[in-house]
């Protein structure tokens, strides 16, 4: 009846950890929820800053076009005077024309880009589509942060994803000791009018009966194959809870190297691009001064202006891959190398 089982609510003792290994198990679930909340927030913070830098990129790559643009039509304007003056082929101006409708036609196409980065920056901060406010620095002028030697494995601890699986094994573990103590008996203190439960003073007498009594109140004790099988699908959970742990971390690990190696290697492209930018931006020079001397034709200046355009597309280019690659490696390490994340997940929020 309503009233019998109103007699028999009791506070449980956990004498077999049953309480304690739920409370665990509820904590580490909540804490894994909390792990891929900031999981998606660092995330959302690295593609933000690495739309900004593809778009400081597309900015460069304007300016490049637009300045090579200005070249090439002061080239057919010399080209073309010298056609009228009888000093000059029209297969020079033909090629004059060329290389200005080549850089010409990269404007348009640069400009729909940055329109197209600027509308996905907007999405990624939840503001509606225009222009973005940015830094008047270019691209090529922003050097990337040094790395410090010796960076301890230990920070990939810090990342969302590998403290969500630690959790999650946390509470599969957990999971495994609440189905031990369900082959235990409860035992409650008082029953709700205050008086002692007969459960407790059975133990508490050492009444021979006191397994019984329990096990007839709340206790599952003699539910053996069900409570096997419970405790087998527990122990199968956290291996399968332990094996995902570990493919995370191996995964963080990979991230991390990934990310190293590209920095490396694309430190040394840039390099070796900045020199063929300067060698070609002294051609440029010298070929123009010969011409001015009459000791060359203008066409080895338009020659070298040609190789420069893509030349300095390419450094640029190069250098946005570089600063990509330390926002890689600043996700990778669940928020960079210094203890700024939680700083900067502040910051980003306090604006939005």
Not at 115 to 143: F, H, K, W, Y
Not at 257 to 283: F, K, W, Y
Not at 299 to 321: I, K, M, S
Request: negative net charge.
């Amino acid at each position: 009846s309503s009233a019998a089982a109103t007699l028999n609510a009791f506070w449980e003792v956990d004498l077999w950890g049953r309480i304690r290994r739920l409370n665990e198990g509820a904590r580490a679930r909540f804490l894994a929820s909390e792990e891929a909340r900031r999981g998606v927030r660092l995330s959302l913070l690295s593609e933000v800053a690495a739309d900004y830098f593809r778009l400081l990129e597309l900015d460069q790559e304007l300016e490049i076009a637009s300045r090579t643009t200005n070249s090439f039509t002061e080239s057919l304007r010399i080209f073309s005077r010298r056609v009228a003056g009888g000093t000059a082929s029209a297969l020079e101006a033909a090629r004059a024309e060329a290389a200005l409708a080549d850089a010409t036609a990269a404007i348009p196409a640069i400009l729909d880009q940055i329109s197209s980065a600027e509308n996905q920056l907007c999405l990624l901060l939840g503001r509606t589509p225009g222009p973005i406010e940015r830094s008047a620095s270019s691209v090529v002028e922003m050097m990337p942060p040094s790395v410090p030697a010796g960076l301890p494995s230990s920070l990939v601890e810090r990342r969302p994803d590998v403290r969500e699986a630690e959790q999650l094994l946390r509470s599969a573990s957990a999971q495994i000791g609440e189905s031990v103590a369900e082959f235990f008996p409860r035992i409650g203190l008082t029953t709700l009018l205050g008086k002692v439960s007969p459960e407790l003073s059975a133990f508490t007498l050492g009444s021979a009966n006191a397994w019984g009594i329990a096990a007839s109140g709340s206790g599952p004790l003699f539910e053996g194959g069900r409570l096997v099988g419970q405790y087998r699908q527990a122990k199968a959970a956290r291996d399968e809870a332990l094996l995902g742990y570990k493919q995370t971390a191996l995964s963080a690990l990979r991230d991390v190297s990934d990310a190293l190696i590209s920095r490396e290697r694309l430190g040394e492209v840039r390099e070796q691009r900045t020199r063929q930018v300067s060698a070609l931006g002294t051609a440029v020079k010298l070929s123009s001064e010969r011409y001015v001397a009459g000791k060359a034709s203008y066409y080895e200046v338009l020659e070298a202006q040609q190789q420069l355009f893509p030349a300095e597309l390419n450094l640029a280019r190069t250098q946005r891959d570089e600063l990509l690659t330390v926002v890689a490696l600043y996700k990778a390490l669940g928020g960079g190398w210094h203890d700024e994340f939680n700083s900067t997940s502040a910051s980003f929020e306090s604006h939005n």
